[in-house]
């Protein structure tokens, strides 16, 4: 069965620190897909980023770094220089056999105050 | 702005009314999702469809029934709701049959009285 686990439940930063929200996940499965969503206060979902099991390439986007080691069952992520419009709901997501169902995290609240 | 519109953005009804949800995207995606998320929980699958045809049911209590009738079009018909029932109902798309990188309305809040 698929699990994935998001440790940290809240983080508080000051603005321009640097932060990273970890993401531990399972599967039995050898093609899957990893995904970071963000909810702001406002609720809507935001689509981040989608990584498959074979990419193990870390990315970066402006401010936002992936990180995703299948060795250790991870894909943490790390804003840098975070900003005040950082602060949401971060959810590390996966899917695996059949691809349709997305299995979400508990969700990291990152609080950054100015 | 979102490209998935969902409306209304905010219902309340009490439990023997019958409302529903719509949700539309014209972005050409074959695959669309209805998910549940209580307030602090992460989003819950409820319903997949993919080239309009039901494809995942979450084992969804029947008091919510789902109906695509085209491409660009999904709703949510609810029946008889109970009080836990009460959450938001977020829409999603994708471009492919992959469950991830949907692209997300901004959610109806539901309040069942």
């Known amino acids: 069965a698929q699990k994935v686990t998001q440790a940290q439940t809240e983080i508080s930063v000051v603005e321009k620190e640097d932060v990273t929200l970890d993401c531990v996940y399972e599967?039995?499965?050898?093609?899957?897909?990893l995904f970071w969503y963000k909810q702001p206060p406002s609720g809507e979902l935001v689509f981040l980023i989608r990584r498959n099991s074979f990419d193990e390439q870390n990315e970066i986007s402006g401010r936002y770094s992936w990180n995703f080691q299948k060795s250790t069952s991870s894909f943490n992520f790390t804003i840098t220089a975070s900003q005040v419009v950082d602060s949401a709901v971060y959810f590390c997501?996966?899917?695996?056999?059949?691809?349709?169902?997305?299995?979400f995290g508990t969700g990291t609240r990152l609080l950054v105050s100015p | 702005d979102t490209e998935v519109t969902q409306t209304p953005k905010h219902l309340v009804m009490g439990m023997t009314n019958k409302k529903s949800l719509k949700c539309e995207q014209h972005?050409?995606?074959?695959?669309m999702y209805w998910y549940k998320q209580k307030a602090k929980k992460p989003p819950e699958l409820m319903f997949v469809?993919?080239?309009?045809?039901?494809?995942i049911n979450e084992s969804v209590p029947s008091r919510f029934s789902p109906e695509c009738p085209n491409s660009s079009l999904l709703n949510l018909h609810l029946h008889a709701l109970q009080p836990e029932d009460s959450a938001l109902y977020l829409c999603?798309?994708?471009?492919?049959?992959?469950?991830?990188?949907?692209?997300f309305g901004d959610g109806t809040r539901l309040s069942i009285l």
């Open positions: 972005m050409g995606h074959r695959a």
């Open positions: 999603a798309s994708s471009q492919d049959v992959i469950g991830g990188g949907a692209h």
């Open positions: 997501a996966l899917t695996e056999t059949g691809f349709q169902k997305l299995v």
């Open positions: 599967t039995r499965d050898t093609t899957y897909y």
């Open positions: 469809y993919s080239y309009e045809k039901l494809s």
